[in-house]
Each structure stands twice: as C-alpha cells, then as structure tokens.
C-alpha cells in the first residue's frame, strides 16, 4: 500500500504538531538553497520501511518528515511497507528509494533482482539507520550500503560527532563538533572509510560503547561477545556505486531527532545528494589527521564488557 502525503497528515498530525502546522499550511521545514524549489527538476522518492526485526517507534514520524520535507522542496514521496512494489515497473517511477529503518530480510529474491537492475541503471539509494541492519546476506546490498550493523550500547545516550566535510550540504549546517542530545549509536561489522566519502564519525571518547547488543543472544545478527570500539568510526557517508548514488546516515533512531532543524537538513541535503539536485561530492577522503587508525573486531567475552 502506498501511503500519501495527505494520509500521513491525517493520521499523524496530532501526534507531530511539533515537526509541521497541520490543517492546511506547510510546515516550516528547511531547504537546501533558500528557493522554494530546490530540484530543477522534478522528481520522485519511494520511501520503504518494511521490518522483519526490530521496529523502530520512528519510523512514521520518520515518514511524515520526508513527506513533508518533499512538499516543502520540490519532490514527491511516497511510502509504503508491501515489498511487492519493489519491481522494475514500480520503481521506474522513481529517481530515489530510500530504506528507512528496515531491518533484517525484507525482500525476496525477485525484489532483490529489480532492486539491483534499480541501481545499477542509475537509481539512487538513500539509507537511514538500520538500513544498514538490512539483508545481511545480500552481498551486492551490503556492498551499496557501505557497513553492516554490528552492535549498539545497551543504552542510548549522548554522543558527539565530527563533521569530516564542512563543504557537504548534508553536514555543512552542523556545529563542529556535533553534539546528539541522545541516540543509538551503531558500530558496524567493518570500515567503509576507503570505498565513501565519509561526512560524520563519531568520537568514541564522548560516550560508553559497552556493554553492547553483541551479548544479546535473541538477535541472529548479533555475534557474540564483539566490543563495539572503531577507533576509526563514520557514521554518515555518500558514494557512487553500481551506476548509482548511495547517502547513509547512522542517526534516525530516536523520534525526537526528526523534530530538530538539524537532523531535517542532514535527512533532506541527504535525499538530494543522491538524487543529484545539490553540488555534492561523493569521492572517497581521507582520513582526517585526529581521527584514530581502525580497529577491527575483537571477540572478547560477554563478561569483559564493562559495565559504565
């Protein structure tokens, strides 16, 4: 089923007066140049929020923004949950899919296919959260993506991140460091630094990273006993791939965060990043001379982790 701009108003309006002035008027969200309409030319985002894991409580507020944010700026959104309509001909419909908060495996092999002949004739992708806790056993999705989730802190708190790009529309706005007021913060099964241009990391200095969801034996995605230190530790990234344009961001599990001025900016200059209507470069950097060397995943024992 695809859901509407105005169904989404509808249902959701009570709950996030906060995020838009419901009943008729616009919602005062950002743009990225300061023009009403920000694409020259139209274009159209199927956002997709399927889940055969967790569900995050964010994902329909998630939904409202980006239907919001489009009619703010000059594109079209549409959402839906039925995998079905990831086909070649549904999907010709549309310059930008993006997975918001999808976890686990949310596609069959038919749907796999098309979205691949997607990507590779073009169409772009945009990821936020746990799309990167999405089909872990597709290799040419793992690859689009960037990282696969690993853990996260049993708790949710605050953190802080470094913008690696200062020029990126996706990050320009942000204080330098970034400080997120609370969020989940993931670690991922290996660096995609060398294959993306990284925009956010996070210092691992600025909040607890054990004890984590690796020692968490309900979860089929989760080995056991993992620490969940980087070192080196993006959390935003873009990259051309297989014909397409991919823009990531680890931030979107907390409801409050589709509220804030910032986060709407990273979320929108994300979507245009990927569908190429902001000046946006997604070639690989480099490390940045502060950031610490990676360190790849150690095995330790569920009882090492210590307790903050």
Known sequence: MIVTIKQALILLCPLLLSIAACGGGRADLPGAGGDAGVADEPFRVLVFSRTAGF?????????????????????????????????????????????????????????????????????????????????????FYGELVGAYFQSHPVANQPGSLRVEDESHPAVAHLDNPYPVALEEFYSFKSNPRGSVRVLLSIDEDSYTQEPNTSCDPSGPTFPQGYTGRMGDHPMSWCHDKFAGRVWYTALGHETYLYSTPDYQQHLLNGILTAARRVPASCEVNPKPDAVPDYIEPELIACEQQLVP
């Not at 309509?85 to 549309?94: F, W």
């Not at 999808?102 to 004739?121: C, G, I, M």
Request: proline content about 1%; hydrophobic content about 40%.
């Open 55 to 139: 569900r995050h409580a964010s994902i329909e507020a998630g939904i409202f923004t980006v239907q919001q944010l489009g009619a703010a700026n000059g594109f079209e959104v549409d959402a839906t949950e039925d995998h079905t309509l990831i086909s070649e001909e549904n999907l010709a419909n549309y310059q930008v899919l993006m997975f918001l908060n999808t976890t686990l495996d949310v596609l069959e092999a038919e749907q796999e296919q098309a979205f691949e002949n997607f990507v590779r004739s073009g169409g772009n992708f945009v990821g936020v959260h746990s799309a990167a806790d999405t089909e872990h056993d597709w290799p």
